[in-house]
């Protein structure tokens, strides 16, 4: 893998286009990126410490909360932002009970997904605990406040205590 500071965020969905524009927007922002077409794909691939994990939920034969399962049952504590086509309160209150940071509607504002990924920095909120970032203000991506220029209406933070 490379240096600590230059962890490949993970994107694992089923659709190619999907992972196409992640890539593109992610290689864009400067981050390395590692694509995978499934759950499974990524379990046997296992990379070494990713930086965050961006899963779409709605995949065959592994849904994106089964992996966040499996990655927490095993040890990962590796931040987890999971993307769906059909968001809804029973799904948000799953991914929290399991250490997911939060649940984007899909197509994810660009902002929400990189302001995320900063906040995932290994010096900053990431390295703490277990799969869940450490309280936030407002549970914001940024280090600032909640979502800064985003969609609110299209995101759901999980609440710290909803992490635990």
């Given at each position: 893998?490379t240096?600590e500071?230059?962890r490949a965020?993970?994107?694992?969905?089923?659709d190619p286009?999907v992972?196409?524009?992640?890539?593109?927007l992610?290689?864009?922002?400067?981050f390395?990126?590692?694509a995978?077409?499934?759950?499974?794909a990524?379990?046997?691939?296992?990379p070494?410490?990713?930086?965050?994990?961006?899963?779409?939920?709605?995949?065959?034969?592994?849904?994106?909360?089964?992996?966040a399962?499996t990655?927490?049952?095993?040890g990962?504590d590796?931040?987890?932002?999971?993307?769906?086509?059909?968001?809804?309160?029973?799904?948000?209150?799953?991914?929290?009970?399991?250490?997911?940071?939060?649940?984007?509607?899909?197509?994810?504002p660009?902002?929400?997904?990189?302001?995320f990924?900063?906040?995932?920095d290994?010096?900053?909120?990431?390295a703490?605990?277990r799969?869940?970032?450490p309280?936030?203000p407002t549970?914001?991506?940024?280090?600032?406040?909640?979502?800064?220029?985003?969609?609110?209406?299209?995101?759901?933070?999980?609440?710290?205590?909803?992490?635990?």
């Open positions: 893998m240096e500071g230059t965020v993970v994107v694992v969905d089923d286009a992972l196409d524009s992640f890539r593109f992610l290689e864009t922002a400067g390395p990126v590692a995978y077409p499934s759950a499974r990524f379990l046997d691939a296992r070494a410490r990713p930086r965050c994990l961006i899963v779409d939920q709605h995949m065959p034969d592994m849904t994106g909360l089964e992996l399962a990655l927490r049952a095993g990962s590796t931040p987890v932002l999971l993307v769906t086509s059909v968001q809804s309160p029973g799904l948000t209150a799953a991914a929290g009970r399991i250490g997911v940071f939060a649940v984007l509607a899909k197509p994810p660009e902002s929400d997904v990189i302001s990924i900063q906040a995932c290994p010096g900053y909120a990431c703490a605990g799969g869940r970032l309280a936030m549970q914001a991506f940024s280090r600032e406040g909640l979502f800064r220029g985003s969609d609110h209406a299209r995101t759901a933070p999980i609440p710290a205590s909803a992490r635990q």
